[in-house]
């Protein structure tokens, strides 16, 4: 069993990665914030030229029928531009409805799990989904966030249908795609921090090569390098239908959010000053972190749920279905 | 219409490159990718099919050791079929030479009307491939095209010049040279990544190609590299006390780079 990303699997993210480096670059990010859209249509035609929203989407229904493993290594690479927009949301969402119109990005999806809190890229979506309902033609007031690729708005009216997502797959599927985003996003304030530290000199010489800053430096590379084979294999998990895909999911978005977490503070720390300042592209970054950490679950929802998984009579499941002594019999 | 592309397959420019001490030449043993100049002629060749109707857009190149990643990068892109020419046999082969297996190759491709080529390769510069093949093909060529169109037969170009350009038509069939600007390329999709391994990929060696195994290789381009050196370094620029002459002297210097 040779078990690794195909080719396809590749070829898709190398042709995402030169997709982004064309389009997405910085100044696309600061322009769908300056706009305060949170949104850069440009590109979203080009991903959805690309194929991009209809990965997940049934051949039947003119999709590539992919899975969440195919799916994976590109909500790194999107995470990596920090692109902005729902484009997370839109290739979840697009599969999950099994919708041609989203598959070929003429009408924009954005998802929550409460319509009562504000809602992510609501301003740019024309189609809402939640679990059991798919809201359109509802009207947004703009709310604070801290994203300004992910603003936020208060959604009222709009018609109502039903659909058959279930709670649980619409918060597992987008934990693991912000969980591959937030390594995506940790591993480039990395690079980030890293130039800056070979550019950067003090006392004469890079301030990279002082053991401190390298330090900082190694312990976020630690961190995400930590999280990136949990989130695949929990992407795995999910495809397979795994039981303990719930709990896989769970330790990959704990480990994804402290790694980035970690990632934020070091590549912080690291630029000094001017990594607070609006003209340096960390804030970015750091903000796509801080702003999508809440969302589907906290880390602390998540490190709980693992916990019960564990300890809980319920669990844990092996992968052939055999439940484990559970911590009751252990004690 | 049927074109041909001619698409070279470079080292990344994004890694380092680097020249074998041994033969003076840019080491090519790692990964080859589509060279950037040439996709323009591709996303061409794509767009000038479709306005003609149908077509098929055939790839052709010669590289070392099969490698055949670049080409499947203008296959994902749409090209319908690639013909690859690689012997051990043509290690060191010359522009000229290489210009003689290209124009083999391409007479192998039924019905090719028009031949599309960068003006030059990214990696060699040499800017002479083009009018060899067509010479060879004994097809007139046109350079240096930021437009082209075809209509009834013949082929409408305009042809970048220093002071703006040039129009110019010659009938089909013709070699034409591309620049950068020509067209914006098209990036492959993820269902064209995944056609373009299905589709045909003909793989040539020099004798297939029934060119003299003389007038190939580093013994058939009647040239020798006699050595390598290092570019010198960048000097200084040169500084001027405004004493009010100062826009003058700037303006004199643009004029000589041909800026102003």
């Known amino acids: ?331 | 219409m049927n074109i041909v592309v001619c698409a070279k397959q470079i080292p990344d420019p994004a890694e380092p490159g680097a020249l074998d001490p041994q033969t003076k030449t840019l080491k090519r043993d790692g990964k080859l990718i589509l060279d950037e100049s040439d996709m323009y002629g591709v996303e061409m060749a794509l767009q000038l099919a479709e306005a003609a109707g149908g077509g098929e857009v055939t790839l052709v190149s010669m590289a070392p050791d099969n490698k055949v990643d670049g080409l499947r990068s203008g296959l994902a892109m749409g090209a319908a079929k690639a013909v690859l020419v690689s012997d051990p046999a043509l290690a060191g082969t010359d522009a000229l030479g290489t210009a003689k297996v290209l124009a083999a190759a391409i007479g192998k491709v039924d019905g090719a009307q028009l031949v599309l080529t960068a003006t030059e390769s990214s990696d060699g510069y040499t800017g002479t491939v083009p009018e060899q093949i067509a010479a060879i093909l004994g097809m007139p060529s046109i350079t240096f095209a930021k437009s082209i169109e075809v209509r009834d037969g013949t082929v409408y170009v305009k042809r970048q010049t220093d002071a703006g350009y040039d129009e110019v038509e010659c009938p089909l069939p013709c070699v034409v040279s591309v620049t950068a600007g020509v067209v914006e390329p098209r990036y492959p999709s993820f269902k064209g990544i995944m056609a373009a391994k299905s589709k045909p990929l003909d793989q040539l060696t020099l004798a297939d190609t029934g060119v003299d195994a003389g007038s190939v290789g580093w013994g058939g381009g009647g040239q020798e590299i006699v050595g390598i050196e290092d570019a010198p370094a960048r000097e200084a620029g040169e500084i001027f006390e405004d004493d009010g002459s100062g826009v003058d002297k700037i303006v004199a210097y643009l004029e000589n780079l041909k800026i102003v």
């Not at chain 1, 001017?274 to 972190?289: A, F, P, R, S």
């Open chain 1, 1 to 331: 069993m040779r078990f690794a990303f195909t080719d396809d699997q590749l070829a898709f993210a190398a042709g995402l990665t030169d997709v982004l480096a064309g389009e997405c670059p910085p100044a696309v990010v600061r322009a769908a914030w300056d706009d305060r859209t949170g949104h850069a249509p440009s590109l979203w035609g080009r991903l959805g030229e690309l194929g991009l929203f209809s990965l997940l989407v049934p051949v039947e229904r003119g999709g590539m029928g992919g899975g969440m493993v195919d799916a994976v290594l590109l909500f790194e690479r999107l995470g990596a531009a920090a692109t902005p927009g729902p484009i997370l949301e839109q290739i979840v969402g697009a599969g999950l409805l099994a919708d041609e119109s989203l598959a070929n990005g003429s009408a924009v999806v954005t998802i929550t799990e409460d319509l009562a809190q504000p809602v992510a890229h609501a301003a740019v979506a024309d189609v809402i989904l939640t679990a059991g309902a798919t809201v359109r033609e509802f009207a947004t007031t703009p709310a604070p966030g801290l994203d300004g690729g992910r603003t936020l708005a208060v959604v009222s009216g709009g018609a109502v249908s039903d659909n058959d997502v279930d709670a649980d797959t619409l918060r597992d599927h987008m934990s693991l795609a912000i969980s591959a985003q937030l390594i995506g996003v940790a591993s480039t304030m990395i690079d980030q921090a890293a130039e800056y530290a070979r550019a950067r000199h003090q006392f004469g010489k890079p301030i990279g090569t002082f053991q401190a800053v390298k330090h900082h430096l190694a312990d976020a590379l630690l961190a995400v390098e930590f999280a990136r084979a949990p989130t695949w294999r929990a992407a795995w998990s999910l495809d397979q239908g795994l039981p303990t895909a719930p709990a896989d999911v769970s330790m990959a978005r704990v480990l994804a959010a402290t790694g980035a977490q970690r990632a934020a503070r070091r590549a912080l720390q690291v630029h000094g000053a001017i990594g607070y300042t609006w003209e340096c592209d960390l804030q970015l970054w750091m903000k796509k972190v801080w702003a999508i950490q809440a969302a589907f679950g906290d880390t602390s929802w998540h490190r709980r749920r693992v916990s019960s998984w564990l300890l809980d009579g319920d669990g844990p499941v092996t992968p052939d279905g055999v439940t484990m002594p559970s911590f009751e019999l252990l004690r």
